[in-house]
Nanobody, 113 residues
Framework: QVLLVEFVGASVQAGGSLRPSCAHSRFTVCFYDMSWYRQAPGKEREFVLGIKSDGSTSYADSVKGRFTLSRDYAKNTVYLQMNNLKPEDTAMYYC???????WGQGTQVTVSS
């Protein structure tokens, strides 16, 4: 079971928006709860936001009001909408299927001031 991040990485100016997505081959229990994490240079990987099978979401305080998570069950895809990006959002972003601890490949997001 594989997670594919459909986003080759991008650079954007502060205040801009990006929308990476994370797709999987078929919907199994592994993909009920999906999350995004990020890791900035020299820092530990941190939780950004997640969505559960019941639709409930959780967010890190640093992204509340700016990032949202949605999913398309027909396409087996989870979308991360990032608005009002800040330079401190610069990091490698990873999606994760929580129940089976499956990680997608990272994608670099760079925000310039």
């Amino acid at each position: 079971q594989v997670l594919l991040v459909e986003f080759v990485g991008a650079s954007v100016q502060a205040g801009g928006s990006l929308r990476p997505s994370c797709a999987h081959s078929r919907f199994t229990v592994c993909f009920y709860d999906m999350s995004w994490y990020r890791q900035a240079p020299g820092k530990e990987r941190e939780f950004v936001l997640g969505i559960k099978s019941d639709g409930s979401t959780s967010y890190a305080d640093s992204v509340k009001g700016r990032f949202t998570l949605s999913r398309d069950y027909a396409k087996n895809t989870v979308y991360l909408q990032m608005n009002n990006l800040k330079p401190e959002d610069t990091a490698m972003y990873y999606c994760k299927a929580e129940r089976c601890s499956i990680w997608g490949q990272g994608t670099q997001v760079t925000v310039s001031s």
